[in-house]
């Protein structure tokens, strides 16, 4: 799924986030609205990772919705 999609239909997938990041809040991802370097920063901030290692994850997810 390209991240257009994710973020055209981000009130159907903030439970898939939140699966993914446990750690992100409910105002987290009202912050986001299903910006993709939004995502990546809360995820850097949030789990203490590079911003590189944050932006392999957000792909990796983004992939993963493809199925």
Do not use: H, P
Request: charged fraction near 35%; charge should be negative; hydrophobic fraction near 30%.
């Amino acid at each position: 799924m390209n991240w257009d999609e994710i973020a055209g239909n981000w009130k159907q997938m903030t439970g898939k986030v939140q699966q993914q990041w446990g750690k992100l809040t409910n105002d987290d991802l009202d912050v986001i609205e299903g910006k993709r370097e939004e995502l990546v920063g809360k995820v850097q901030t949030r789990y203490g990772i590079t911003k590189e290692e944050a932006q392999q994850q957000v792909d990796d997810f983004s992939k993963r919705c493809e199925r």
